[in-house]
Each structure stands twice: as C-alpha cells, then as structure tokens.
C-alpha cells in the first residue's frame, strides 16, 4: 500500500506560481512511475504531467508544457509539481497518483490516489 498526502494548494492570481508536493509513505516510490491529474468541478479527472520512476523521462498535457515542471526525488519520497504562469482554467483540485512500474496517461491505470489539493486562480 502507498499513501499519498498532496500538499501546496491555494489561491493564486493569474500570471502567479504555485509548487504542489506529494508525500509518500507505505513503500518507497522508486518503483513506480508517479502522476498529476486534475478535475474541474463538473468535469472528468484529467492528465496533467507524469515522471518515469527514475525521473529520466516526464510527459505534460499540452496546455501545461512549458508551464509546468515536474519533479521527484525518489530519497525523500516525493513528487513536485512547479506550476508557473497560471491562468484560470488551471483552476481544478490537483491529484498526485502512484502507477506501478510504466508511465501512463489514463486515470484508470493508476492504483494508488491522494486525497487532492485545491488550486484557484483568480483572474
């Protein structure tokens, strides 16, 4: 079992920066690939960024790339995520999730969640 507590959320205006960190315990992350996702209220949970186990490899949904910047370090048990320039539509509560082994972009195939963070942008 891997237990995920997301932390860094809040309300920030247009234009500002926000760095959420991810917290794991239960059993060391170096093992599997970890991810941020993000649901809007009324809208489905989507992908945001994911970094490779060994943090070689990281992929970003296409609104965030060039804005976003994610991390880990695998020592501490953590994950990062540097969000810059943010606009309203980031606006969503912010998940980081624990996938075994292999990167992937779908929701469903992530086995472990965190209870998620808010973030608010003000326009």
């Known amino acids: 079992q891997v237990q995920l507590v997301e932390s860094g959320g809040g309300l920030v205006q247009a234009g500002g920066s926000l760095r959420l960190s991810c917290a794991a315990s239960?059993?060391?992350?170096?093992?599997?690939?970890m991810g941020w996702f993000r649901q809007a209220p009324g809208k489905e949970r989507e992908f945001v960024s994911v970094?490779?186990?060994?943090?070689?490899?990281?992929y970003y949904e296409e609104s965030v790339e060039a804005r976003f910047t994610i991390s880990r370090d695998n020592a501490k048990n953590t994950v990062n995520l540097q969000m810059n320039s943010l606009k309203p539509e980031d606006t969503a509560v912010y998940y980081c999730?624990?996938?075994?082994?292999?990167?992937?972009?779908?929701?469903?195939?992530?086995?472990?969640w965190g209870q998620g963070t808010q973030v608010t942008v003000s326009s």
């Open positions: 970094i490779s186990r060994s943090g070689t490899f990281t």
């Open positions: 239960g059993h060391a992350i170096n093992t599997y690939a």
């Open positions: 999730a624990a996938r075994l082994f292999t990167t992937s972009q779908a929701p469903a195939d992530y086995e472990y």
